[in-house]
């Protein structure tokens, strides 16, 4: 176990901080974390606090520190990763690993996805140990390897093989929220509190294989063909999570009567089609919010070009909404398949569904003292994140790394995308919410 050391430092401004990091390429595959961990265990150690390097992979280590608290609350964890998606064949005005500080922005891959949160965290972090801030509980910083590709050497190991790092840990901060969406002129500060589960299902298709000089109807390929029109055509049925009934009934209330009523709509699973698609692009943007997605990935069938495959196989990339299981996504897709097409799920691990929002109110409030016209919004995540590892130890995350964003700047499709940056406003505004929260988390 870590103990902070009593030395006072000090620490890197969080913008400074986020150029350091992004210039550690940690593109995964492969990830080569290793030198970017060792960075920031160094950053911490000079501001007095120790921290060491945990995992099995030299490669791909994690950092893990901890604050002490006076016991009043259980420990917070504060969590985010260190790896980056990769950037080839993406067209960038900046190189994508200088770290360049140009208009304000910080430029680069991972500013906002999510070496930006990492540096709020770390900023947070160590203001409150320079600070010698009298912290309700425990805080354990953790910054990992791997999320991108699964987090086997991350998160994934951290709870199988350390979980007594994490020992009475209620909830945590990590990604994938936080950050404000300007919506109708009104500012929402979206903070994920769900996330769906992903799902592999491997559907196949049979049918007589043969010459392919001969006619040929009803064969495997033509088969799997109709599947994939039909899913691409009708969308598996709506269902209205809690969490998703939570975030609309949270913005409807904020809009013009008007609006707001129309948007409540969505919640009659029989008009939630017609609204989203009267929605346009912002009902594309909420509908795997309302039902699990299929999408087809992986094709394989045929080997020779003149021969008739009698099997064809497809990987459907599958998000399942929170609570439900595979049984529940496979009679959806078997009704929409008919019998000529096999199902199974591929590696299916149910993951706990939790939710505690008992730090909720604690955070909207944090926000509303920052930024007194907005309202904070709890939002269910239409994909994975490390959240679903540390959910295994009973752990509640809060994708909060709050941002006040520009109207315009558009965070989802800015996200693993070209010209990836986040504003130094925004980093700075994050840092200090986080820090106000190290000051009064609560059980
Ligand atoms: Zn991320």
Avoid at 57 to 80: E, K, T
Wanted: charged share 20%.
């Amino acid at each position: 176990m870590v103990a902070p050391s009593l030395a006072r430092s000090a620490k890197p401004h969080v913008a400074e901080l986020l150029q350091r990091l992004v210039r550690y390429d940690t593109t995964n595959p492969p990830g080569n974390e290793r030198e970017c961990a060792a960075y920031c265990r160094d950053v911490l150690t000079d501001a007095g606090i120790a921290a060491e390097l945990v995992g099995d992979d030299p490669n791909r280590v994690n950092v893990v520190s901890r604050l002490s608290g006076r016991g009043d609350a259980p420990p917070l964890l504060l969590y985010g990763h260190l790896d980056v998606v990769p950037t080839a064949a993406q067209a960038w005005d900046v190189p994508p690993f200088e770290g360049r500080l140009q208009d304000g922005y910080i430029w680069g891959r991972g500013a906002l996805d999510m070496k930006g949160g990492v540096a709020m965290m770390m900023d947070a972090f160590m203001r409150a140990h320079l600070d010698g801030a009298d912290l309700p509980g425990d805080v354990i910083l953790a910054l990992v390897s791997d999320e991108e590709a699964g987090g086997n050497t991350g998160a994934a190991w951290l709870v199988r093989e350390r979980p007594e790092l994490f020992d009475g840990v209620r909830y945590a901060m990590g990604e994938f929220g936080g950050f404000s969406k300007t919506y109708r002129g009104r500012k929402f500060y979206m903070a994920q509190v769900a996330e769906k589960q992903g799902c592999r299902v491997q559907a196949t298709a049979r049918g007589p294989g043969g010459h392919g000089s001969l006619v040929h109807h009803d064969t495997a390929p033509t088969r799997m063909a109709q599947f994939l029109v039909k899913l691409d055509k009708k969308p598996l049925p709506f269902h209205v999570h809690p969490v998703t009934r939570m975030m609309i009934e949270a913005i409807g209330a904020r809009l013009p009567r008007l609006e707001g009523a129309f948007l409540q709509l969505l919640l009659n699973p029989r008009w939630t089609g017609r609204i989203l698609r009267r929605m346009g692009p912002a009902g594309r943007e909420l509908e795997p919010l309302f039902r699990h997605t299929a999408n087809a990935t992986i094709i394989n069938g045929g080997e020779k070009a003149n021969v008739i495959p009698s099997e064809v196989a497809v990987n459907l990339d599958c998000r399942m909404l929170p609570g439900y299981d595979a049984e529940d996504l496979l009679g959806e897709l078997q009704d929409i398949a008919g019998p000529n097409i096999e199902l199974e799920a591929v590696n299916f691990q149910p993951k706990p569904w939790i939710l505690n929002l008992g730090l909720f109110d604690t955070l909207a409030s944090i926000i509303s003292e920052q930024d007194p016209e907005s309202v904070s919004v709890p939002m269910l995540m239409p994909a994975g994140t490390d959240g679903r590892h540390f959910a295994t130890l009973g752990i509640q995350t809060y994708g909060w790394m709050p941002m006040n964003l520009p109207a315009d700047f558009d965070f989802l499709k800015t996200i693993h995308a070209a010209n990836e940056r986040v504003p130094v406003s925004a980093l700075e505004f994050g840092a200090e919410a986080l820090y106000r929260l190290l000051l009064r988390f609560h059980e």
